[in-house]
């Protein structure tokens, strides 16, 4: 056992943390909308591609640097740290990029990594339906094939940048009658055509980060279909085991800084001698730690045993339900100023409710667990 | 960054697994506790491997290793619930050596390190503590109250031998005016704290794993009752718990010996979430086992009493996160995070 990082791993936080110091984001645009804050987003991971920072643990051959596991989540950690936005292209960088990778063909890794890097096409994720949420393999979207194009016909859900996306990863069932997880195809579809429908959805905090998608009679071309016809399944699990990998580390340092907040006003009024503040705040700072070092002890058991251990859906799981526990003491610590409009723990505390939805409800991630990891039976479900 | 043990540590962690699956098999550890008596043999044994001593210092006689194999020692001992006073001996050690003069480390170190002799630590009031686990074997008993140490012989005490709800290890009311520690108390504390936060993730670690033997094999309308969520929801929360708590114990160990610094901090953690994940995993234990959770025979509940009395052994949840927010409380906010 070591936890310290090496004199290069070092020396890479430092090379990341001066760059960010030295291209600093300056105050997100206060007029404009989500559009603007997009545009933001997107001329932000303009500056990072030009700095080669857009995806660090890309391979040098597609554009990255290549570097190591650990030293993608040190980068990770130093984007949380610096509060810098998410660029535009998060789910092209975080998701899409590493399945074209593991599946694509050459012609498709040529094609479109280079515009996901330098956030020319934004990509979306055309995953979850209305009938199909923690049940994803259950997912109604047709694809029937037409001469060299496939035409689609379904609805998506959650689907968050569609309207600025150029590509969108769907998964949609080309085969009704194979068993369901069969029947699956993964296609990049063109989100620029009439048959395809972006309407907003409004959430809890009153903003749209998700999108409905209608399509009706869409057309994909038979060489946009990824990993194979029937294969949608194994790649889509790509994505999704991609989807936290390096997330987990953003999330990880944010909740620190919001849980440091909390420990200043905290100081400010007093109250970490008050009992009962000190237990509660006491125990986030051992969540966040323990996320921390689960963090950590996930990916040196990657980089050492080639496979994760259970960590991941951990992680996610602590990690959610210690944010929903720290918004809600920073409204008893704060007080009820902490509910106003203008306060930012308003938006906080109502965004934190998604936490535990989200990229796998905790519901799901407790089946995960008890089955993948404790080995327990499932029970059948109504078919 | 490595989270895991050296080729060395591991096998120590598997000579330990293998060895006390053979010497301390449930029916063994049931008689014992039944009948109120330490188990002689494993305890010589437990010596004569250099156990008792594995991170005392090799001039006291000891194995000279670090908190990191002291914790995988403590862990293994307490997932048998091993009926000998390993860890009330483990940690007066680690407080003598910690804290100790150099007169009272010679006088004591060397038969704790042996095995010879065993030790106990508990808190005290007034110069009485109320609950010394390993009081009926103790040759020297550490007294810790209001954040000092102090050490009293076997004869300088008034030992009266008591049951507890852990019939697993002796107990006794004592009282003793002891001679002071002058070493740091805090880092001393710490060290132990981390020791026994070893022994309860060892704790949670056996009762995760009988749990989840027993509900895949347990049938109840036609399927094994680990196939329903309100049981598998339970399990996966059990399995958290332990993650937790060991991952913060695995980190206080390895301050210990590489950043003292924050030995403090990770130790309060590692305390406070193994008390916590001690009590909650083991209850959760006897629930899931159902009727026969609740039984004799079923074995569980060893392991629930003895995540009582270790989770309030050293001070509980409850001051081991005060100690924390005073440490938060106590550092400039710009060293955070």
């Known amino acids: 056992m070591d936890l310290t990082f090496s004199d290069e791993e070092i020396a890479f936080r430092e090379e990341i943390r001066d760059w960010l110091r030295e291209n600093p984001t300056g105050e997100p645009p206060s007029e404009g909308g989500e559009d603007a804050q997009y ?117 998506k859900v959650w689907t968050s940048g569609a309207q600025y996306s150029k590509w969108c990863m769907l998964v949609a069932r080309t085969d009704p009658d194979a068993p369901k997880h069969k029947g699956l195809t993964y296609f990049l579809m063109d989100m620029e055509q009439d048959a395809v429908q972006v309407r907003p959805l409004r959430q809890i905090t009153g903003e749209s980060e998700f999108n409905e998608l209608f399509i009706e009679g869409a057309r994909i071309p038979d060489e946009n279909v990824v990993g194979g016809v029937g294969n949608g399944w194994n790649v889509a699990l790509t994505t999704l085991m991609n989807e936290r990998a390096g997330l987990g580390f953003v999330l990880q340092i944010r909740l620190r800084q919001l849980l440091d907040d909390v420990i200043g006003a ?13 237990d509660r705040i006491a125990d986030l700072h051992g969540r966040c730690e323990s996320i921390r070092l689960l963090a950590w002890k996930g990916l040196t058991d990657v980089e050492r045993y080639g496979q994760p251990g259970p960590e991941g859906s951990l992680v996610k799981w602590l990690w959610s339900e210690t944010n929903q526990l720290l918004t809600q003491l920073a409204v008893d610590v704060i007080g009820p100023a902490a509910l106003s409009g203008d306060s930012p723990w308003s938006y906080e505390l109502l965004r934190a409710r998604g936490n535990t939805i989200e990229g796998g409800t905790t519901e799901v991630l407790k089946n995960i667990v008890a089955e993948r990891v404790l080995g327990l039976p499932r029970l059948k479900a109504a078919a | 960054m490595d989270f895991g043990l050296t080729e060395d540590q591991r096998e120590i962690q598997r000579t330990a697994r293998e060895l006390l699956a053979e010497r301390a098999r449930p029916e063994r550890v049931r008689e014992h506790a039944e009948a109120g008596s330490v188990d002689d043999g494993l305890w010589r044994e437990l010596g004569e491997l250099g156990w008792t001593g594995i991170a005392v210092a090799e001039e006291y006689g000891g194995q000279g290793m670090g908190a990191i194999e002291l914790a995988i020692l403590c862990e293994e001992l307490g997932r048998v619930t091993a009926p000998v006073p390993y860890l009330p001996t483990v940690l007066a050690a680690t407080l003598i050596e910690h804290a100790g003069s150099d007169a009272q480390r010679r006088q004591w170190l060397p038969g704790l390190a042996a095995g010879e002799l065993a030790g106990a630590v508990a808190l005290a009031r007034g110069g009485e503590a109320p609950l010394v686990v390993g009081a009926r074997e103790a040759a020297v008993i550490v007294l810790i109250e209001d954040g000092q140490a102090s050490l009293a012989g076997r004869d300088q005490a008034d030992i009266a031998v008591i049951e507890t709800v852990d019939p697993t290890r002796s107990a006794g009311r004592v009282r003793a005016t002891g001679e002071g520690l002058p070493g740091p108390f805090g880092p001393a504390r710490d060290r132990a704290l981390v020791a026994l936060a070893a022994e309860l993730v060892g704790v949670c670690d056996r009762a995760l794993e009988m749990t989840v033997a027993y509900v895949k094999d347990r049938k109840q309308f036609g399927v094994p009752v680990g196939a329903f969520q309100a049981v598998s929801h339970r399990c996966a929360q059990m399995l958290l718990d332990t993650e937790r708590a060991r991952s913060t114990t695995s980190y206080a160990a390895w301050t210990a010996d590489a950043d003292g610094a924050r030995l403090e901090e990770a130790a309060a953690m590692a305390g406070a979430m193994a008390a916590e994940a001690g009590r909650s995993v083991t209850a959760s234990a006897i629930q899931a086992h159902g009727g026969i959770g609740f039984t004799w025979e079923a074995d569980v509940h060893w392991l629930y009493k003895r995540a009582q009395v270790d989770s309030v052994l050293l001070g509980g949840t409850g001051s081991h996160r005060t100690r924390l927010a005073q440490v938060l409380a106590s550092r400039p906010a710009a060293a955070l995070a």
Do not use: H
Request: glycine residues 12%; hydrophobic residues 40%.
């Open chain 1, 39 to 155: 545009a933001w987003r997107r001329d932000w991971q303009r500056r990072m591609y030009e700095g080669s920072w857009a995806a660090p643990s890309w391979p040098v051959e597609f554009g990255g640097r290549g570097v190591t596991p650990t030293k993608s989540a040190i980068y990770f950690e130093e984007i949380g740290r610096a509060r810098v936005p998410m660029p535009a292209n998060v789910l092209g960088l975080l998701l899409g990029g590493p399945t074209l990778m593991v599946w694509g063909d050459a012609a498709q890794k040529e094609r479109y990594l280079s515009p996901i890097l330098s956030g020319e096409e934004i990509w979306c994720q055309g995953f979850s339906e209305p009938e199909a949420g923690s049940d994803l393999a259950a997912l109604k979207t047709r694809a029937v094939k037409d001469g060299d194009d496939w035409i689609i016909t379904g609805q």
């Open chain 1, 266 to 278: 905290a100081r400010e009024r007093g109250l970490l001698e008050d009992g009962y503040y000190a």
